[in-house]
């Protein structure tokens, strides 16, 4: 059974097997923790990004979906990029999000990873609601077969941290 874990911080200082970027379709880099990801993982993490563009992801990774890269200098040996779905009030996307954190635990398992740091994704700029964020990713991890020994939410502030710790509780109860 997974575990899953809190973490108040930056996930580009975690050390993991694998860690998770909230990425951009085009897979180069962004915003965010896109952007400091790519910076603190250094240029490997983005030769091999553009060496998936340049081959069967020229479209860019389709939301929902991920694929595994070099950690290059970050405390890992593998980031695990996922597109997270740009938050709607009219139409319902959390499908989309559900499918990011599947798609990375599937993903960990094909590499064998045991430890992934993930972030709570499109909370940022994609601006998908804090507490519901929490809800899908909590209730999708826990419902999803996999192999990974610990799952660590690494949490940017208090608020989120706060919203995943709530979600953590209730479900385990």
Same mark, same amino acid.
């Given at each position: 059974?997974?575990?899953?874990?809190?973490?108040?911080?930056?996930?580009?200082?975690?050390?993991?097997?694998?860690?998770?970027?909230?990425?951009?379709?085009?897979?180069?880099?962004?915003?965010?923790?896109?952007?400091?990801?790519?910076?603190?993982?250094?240029?490997?993490?983005?030769e091999?990004?553009?060496?998936?563009?340049?081959?069967?992801?020229?479209?860019?990774?389709?939301?929902?979906?991920?694929?595994?890269?070099?950690a290059?200098?970050?405390?890992?040996?593998?980031?695990?990029?996922?597109?997270? @779905?740009?938050?709607?009030?009219?139409?319902?996307?959390?499908?989309?999000?559900?499918?990011?954190?599947?798609?990375?635990?599937?993903?960990?398992?094909?590499?064998?990873?045991?430890?992934?740091?993930? @972030?709570?994704?499109?909370?940022g700029?994609?601006?998908? @609601?804090?507490?519901?964020?929490?809800?899908?990713?909590?209730?999708?991890?826990r419902?999803?077969?996999?192999a990974?020994?610990?799952?660590?939410?690494?949490?940017?502030?208090?608020?989120?941290?706060?919203?995943?710790?709530?979600?953590?509780?209730?479900?385990?109860?």
């Amino acid at each position: 059974m997974t575990t899953l874990t809190l973490v108040q911080g930056d996930i580009t200082r975690e050390s993991a097997d694998a860690i998770v970027n909230a990425a951009n379709s085009s897979l180069l880099g962004g915003g965010g923790v896109d952007g400091a990801i790519h910076r603190r993982g250094g240029p490997a993490i983005l030769e091999e990004c553009r060496g998936l563009r340049a081959g069967h992801l020229g479209k860019g990774l389709p939301t929902g979906e991920a694929v595994a890269t070099t950690a290059g200098d970050l405390d890992a040996r593998w980031v695990i990029h996922t597109v997270g @779905p740009v938050w709607s009030a009219e139409q319902d996307r959390s499908d989309l999000l559900a499918s990011c954190y599947r798609s990375c635990l599937r993903v960990a398992d094909e590499l064998g990873a045991r430890t992934v740091a993930v @972030p709570a994704i499109s909370t940022g700029v994609y601006s998908w @609601p804090m507490e519901d964020a929490a809800r899908i990713a909590v209730e999708t991890v826990r419902a999803t077969p996999n192999a990974v020994a610990e799952v660590r939410f690494v949490l940017f502030d208090a608020r989120a941290y706060a919203a995943f710790a709530s979600r953590l509780a209730c479900s385990r109860t």
